[in-house]
């Protein structure tokens, strides 16, 4: 299994308009300027971080205005947050004015190339964790920060920012390393060689900042050797990461011992979060309190799971706190939840600091196949029905979907001809398990964390709603006449006849389910977790091996 070459985490580089990019975050700005907050402030650095990344990208030889204002904005937001005690005479060379004036003056590029920040949008990696940790190296005269992108691009504006304030001068630059993953390299422009070799003569020190190290840690390693190519003693250099990473399990070619040369000082603590926060429920221990025996835990790949916290009954009203995600990458998750509850479906949300949002403690459980009723079919295709309406984008192709349970099919053996067809794209749910249902004592169904899953860093990304009806099929294990009325429902309720493609939806979901299961077993090797996820993996493989001799087919 560990040798298999799986498809699950879905590329997520997009076309973006530079002109929409640059009205983001003047409008972002502008919000500044009406009704100054932190939370505002950092929308605008992540709005900066997102335009400058795709400039440098794209057009790095005009890369400079988007630098100092990325800067200028971090400035500001790190002056803001108490950890310094320079805020008056900051905020004052850093007015919200000047900040929105120098937005407005940007050039309006044309098509950029932008990635979601993971740590920003899933992992609750706040920026000012940088400037914290970038304490213990202000004492140097001289620095040159590294930042890799595309996350690092904001990181190293705030780790800049936070090192000026103690008297330190910083420049920055950013890096995007090539190469295979596992093998990463990194070059540097003539104008960055220019600005190490001045970092090398002075005796400056040197700080690479990133999100990771991510399963190689070759981004990291590159960027640092690449330093030392150019002069920079290895004692000078500090790989500032987003954790601490075990070296023995880091896949580049010996990256124990590449990694042992520098100095690495992790952002440390618990993830910021709300004071009602109290109590962790994440990394899959929210199932301890909603199940009697762990013999009935549904599988959870822990490490990528949201974090979730409880409030304590001294607050009043107990809510569950969920991370969906800092400045505008959370927005568009509480507004999606909004619409869920606001139509029935789902508890409704309330927004918190932190990029966290919350939800009434409900007395209840979760169901599983078992509860497979009439009401609950209709339910099932309601909410299909709903998202198939207020959910929908425009899409052009499956072609990423396509290749993915082409791939996993492939590398598992399983000779299944897949047809994908696009007909109504949406942002899906992307979660229809069972467990994600929740029964209420007063006998109300809600669904869970319905804003995020359809449209994260694994797959499917967006896609036809069909991906939706296929993971109830499957995952509420319906036979062919609930699989019939189920879709006879929700063709009604939409006026979409699934039933030609839904054969091709399945197979690529139990695909993609089993191919995911795979991976989190391996991942969490040794633990009791993997034997639920390698029984949760055979259920899959069984569904796809039933379609093998016969394709099933639901008529309308």
Known sequence: MSGLNLLVFRGDRRCASGKELKAALTAQLEQVCSRFSQRDLLGALLRAGELECGVADAYPEAVNSCERLTEQIADALVASSGTTPSFNSDYKNHHPQSLLNAARALPAFEQLSISTPEGFAYYALHPLAYADVMRQIAACDRLLIVGIRSIGTTLSAVASAAVRVHGTAAERIT???QGLPYNRTADFTPKQMAAV?????CAASFAVVDEGPGLSGSSFLAVAEALERAGAPAEKITLVSGHAPNLSAL???????RWQRFRCIPVG?????PSEAEEFIGGAQWRSRLYPSESEWPASW?????LKYLSSSGHG???????AGLGHYGDVVLERERKVAAAGFGLIPREESDGFISYPLIEGRPLSPRDLSAEVLTQLADYCAFRHRVFAVELSNLAALQQMADHNLRELGLELPIELRLEHPVIADGRMQPHEWLLSKDGELFKTDSGSHGDDHFFPGPADIAWDLAGAIVEWQMNDEQTTEFLNHYYRASGDDASAKIDGFIKAYAVFRLAYCLMAANAMNGSDEQS?????????????TRMQPCILSAAV
């Open 175 to 177: 890096v995007r390393p």
């Open 197 to 201: 070799s001045r970092a090398v003569s």
């Open 251 to 257: 896949c580049a070619e010996n990256a124990a011992r």
């Open 269 to 273: 603590g618990e993830a910021r979060r």
């Open 302 to 306: 822990a490490s990528f799971e949201r």
């Open 317 to 323: 009203e107990r809510r569950v706190f969920k991370f």
């Open 532 to 544: 639920r996820l390698r029984s949760a993996a055979a259920s899959y493989r069984a569904v796809l």
